[in-house]
């Protein structure tokens, strides 16, 4: 079965610093990844997902993640956060491709002004 | 395109009653999965139905079970209610084909147990 790490529970920043978010996975055949963003009291929203092709991938609001199959990390970052940042961080792999999602435990990402 | 829509939003039930949770997916979304969120356990995927079909299945007991309409719209029930069936309940409909395809979430129902 896939599963997902995320390293750090809670990581704290200053408004306008560059932060990573880490995860790995377990290794796999196939593998699909997702980082999904949860707002206070809201549902998730995503914000960008690797199925193939480039390493590096864009998503919404300036993050990006890049695919390391030989480290088997999915880390996300984004080179100077808002306030706005402020929320917990899901990274999730596809069970084998399928509709089900493998959720690691988040990290909530604090800003400080 | 209204997004994918949760009813009720927050809900307290005593041990032991029953409980069913409804979604209404994205206009043309024919999957739909729920996960339940707990501060412990995290987010777990529970099932997801396509066309009226369960399609996968997590971990859970029995007493949670879930269907779904001709209209796609899907409903998760919770039988003998236990206090550690409190959590975010939440539902996710998706479009396209494994494994192209792209879940959107609903707010959540809040389920409290006492």
Redesign the interface.
């Known amino acids: 079965a896939q599963s997902v790490t995320q390293l750090d529970s809670q990581v704290p920043v200053f408004e306008e610093a560059p932060v990573e978010l880490r995860c790995n996975y377990s290794s796999s055949v196939s593998v699909y990844l997702f980082w999904y963003v949860q707002y206070p009291n809201q549902g998730l929203q995503l914000l960008l997902k690797y199925l193939s092709g480039s390493t590096l991938v864009k998503g919404i609001n300036g993050f990006e993640a890049e695919f390391n199959k030989s480290q088997t990390s999915f880390h996300l970052r984004k080179p100077s956060v808002h306030i706005s940042d402020t929320a917990e961080y899901f990274c999730a792999v596809s069970d084998q491709g399928a509709q089900k999602l493998v959720f690691g435990q988040g990290t909530r990402l604090t800003i400080n002004p | 395109k209204a997004g994918?829509t949760q009813t009720p939003r927050y809900l307290i039930k005593t041990r032991g009653q029953q409980v069913t949770l409804s979604c209404s997916p994205i206009s043309g979304h024919r999957?739909v999965?729920w996960?339940q969120q707990t501060p412990g356990q995290?987010?777990?995927?529970l099932f997801?139905y396509?066309s009226e079909t369960q399609?996968?299945k997590?971990n859970f007991p029995g007493r949670f079970s879930g269907r779904q309409f001709s209209n796609s719209r899907s409903e998760m029930n919770v039988s003998t209610l236990e206090l550690g069936d409190s959590a975010l309940y939440?539902c996710?409909s998706?479009v396209g084909t494994?494994?192209?395809?792209?879940?959107?979430?609903?707010?959540?129902t809040r389920l409290t147990v006492t």
């Open positions: 994918v999957s999965s996960y995290g987010l777990q995927f997801e396509f399609r996968n997590g939440l996710a998706s494994a494994p192209f395809y792209e879940q959107y979430f609903g707010p959540g």
